[in-house]
């Protein structure tokens, strides 16, 4: 091959290695999560309040496609809150049931973790992220893309639990908030309001954008 016509090779073997790098940067950047986000629950969401200190989540916007309760038919069998301060509710059907992703997002977390046993970390568009826990198997992997009201686990009684149940959170910056905000925990819907999220330190409060107008 002439001089020329290794240069031309070349600069066609760099315009295709520089088309694939810019590829994977949009298909994959997005969830390349760091190792200690793939192995811890409570951490902040980068990026989720720079430079502001309120954050709305318009929940009414949603498709009817785009949430899905995460165990339908379920009871709840323990709240939120409670005198122990509950990070989420305990909802049961039955062993084996199939446990649903609420919302579309990115599997951030999928492995045994302590008391939760068996958990998925799923980290959504919308700024929140849900938990999953006591699994007895996880059907997806860090990094997973998935749907609302996609079957991501098995319900079971890994970790700390007497009965087969799924532990759910709900979770903004790190900070468990009560699963009842958003879904109608016994009719099994998205609740259709705007969340507002408001920081102050490492605490965020969060209440229902109607009910903070009609106290102004």
Request: proline share 4%; glycine share 10%; with cysteine.
């Amino acid at each position: 091959i002439s001089n020329n016509g290794r240069m031309h090779l070349l600069k066609y073997i760099w315009i295709c290695c520089a088309l694939f790098f810019c590829c994977s940067l949009s298909l994959f950047g997005q969830h390349a999560f760091t190792q200690y986000e793939r192995n811890h629950i409570r951490i902040h969401t980068p990026g989720l309040f720079d430079g502001k200190s309120r954050l709305e989540i318009p929940l009414e916007s949603l498709a009817d496609s785009g949430s899905c309760f995460p165990l339908p038919g379920a009871k709840v069998i323990s709240p939120f809150g409670g005198r122990r301060g509950h990070s989420g509710a305990d909802i049961k059907t039955k062993a084996n049931d199939t446990i649903r992703a609420a919302f579309d997002g990115v599997v951030r977390m999928s492995k045994s973790y302590g008391a939760y046993g068996k958990v998925i970390v799923i980290r959504h568009p919308n700024g929140l992220e849900t938990v999953y826990s006591h699994n007895v198997k996880n059907m997806v992997e860090p990094g997973d893309t998935v749907k609302a009201g996609q079957f991501i686990a098995l319900t079971g009684r890994t970790g700390r639990a007497t009965t087969e149940h799924l532990h759910f959170e709900v979770r903004i910056n790190g900070q468990a908030i009560n699963p009842s905000l958003v879904f109608d925990m016994n009719g099994y819907t998205l609740k259709r309001h705007t969340l507002v999220c408001v920081r102050s330190g490492n605490k965020v409060k969060v209440t229902i954008k109607k009910e903070e107008e009609n106290s102004k």
